[in-house]
């Protein structure tokens, strides 16, 4: 199975920008679907953005046109671009690997630990 580590989270005004990093190690990702999901306070998990093996994007409405997945097989690493940020971002971010609709579905079984995204307003 898959380890995933989170980075790149914090505290950031309205309109700024984040990138978080979800680093991969013990198998490389180019076999998995990757994928992003979060969870703010009294909320259930959701997703924000996935990516197939092959590089297609599917994004939540709510961060279409600000957020950007990317992966970097190379370097075993899966982004995600924050931009226009909203106080209703935040959110624990999560990285997720896996089949595609697990991914989707918030069903795979490899998780990383989340990080913590602040949005002030």
């Known amino acids: 199975q898959v380890q995933l580590v989170e980075s790149g989270g914090g505290l950031v005004q309205a309109g700024g920008s984040l990138r978080l990093s979800c680093a991969a190690s013990g198998r490389t990702i180019t076999g998995y679907a990757m994928g992003w999901h979060r969870q703010a306070p009294g909320k259930q998990r959701e997703l924000v953005a996935a990516?197939?093996?092959?590089?297609?994007?599917n994004y939540v409405d709510s961060v279409k046109g600000r957020f950007t997945i990317s992966r970097d097989n190379a370097k075993n690493t899966v982004y995600l671009q924050m931009n226009s940020l909203k106080p209703e971002d935040t959110a624990v971010y999560y990285c997720a690997a896996g089949l595609f609709s697990m991914v989707v579905a918030g069903t795979s079984g490899s998780w990383g630990q989340g990080t913590q995204v602040t949005v002030s307003s």
């Open positions: 990516i197939t093996r092959a590089g297609t994007t």
